[in-house]
């Protein structure tokens, strides 16, 4: 125990002599790195499409790990439910009702968003 109260110790003074200390910042260096994170923001804007085409991409691979996931599932439960008693079966019929609902779930958010994103980018269903 009085080892690792001393590693402890010596690792925490190793640490604050490690880290730099910023107390020799004065206000005007610390507002001029302010406002130059200020300026290079304005001077490139985020566009509204960019977020949606980012968030649209990302949705796709959250939709596509879910159903997988989901699949693997309700192939992984059917084949229990095939080879389990009655009682058992009773069981596994909630956790693969479950299952489908989650599944509907998943596929229905994705529809939703494709939706807004849509309706927002003011894009054509058609292409």
């Known amino acids: 125990m009085k080892h690792i109260k ?5 690792s925490m003074l190793l640490a604050l002599t490690t880290i730099p200390s910023y107390a020799s910042l004065n206000w005007e260096d ?17 566009e509204l499409g960019d977020v949606g085409s980012l ?3 990302l949705s796709g691979i959250l939709v ?18 095939m080879t389990a008693t009655p009682e058992e079966a009773a069981k596994i019929k909630t956790k ?20 807004a994103y849509l309706f927002f980018t003011g894009a054509s269903v058609n292409g």
């Open 55 to 57: 968030i649209n991409g």
């Open 96 to 115: 693969l009702v479950g299952l489908v609902i989650a599944g509907i779930v998943i596929i229905a958010s994705y529809g939703i968003w494709q939706l």
């Open 30 to 46: 610390i507002s001029g790195q302010a406002g130059e994170f200020i300026n290079r923001g304005e001077n490139k804007p985020i």
């Open 6 to 10: 001393t590693i402890l110790i010596l």
């Open 64 to 81: 596509t790990i879910g159903v997988t996931v989901v699949l693997a599932g309700i192939l992984i439960i059917g084949i229990k439910y």
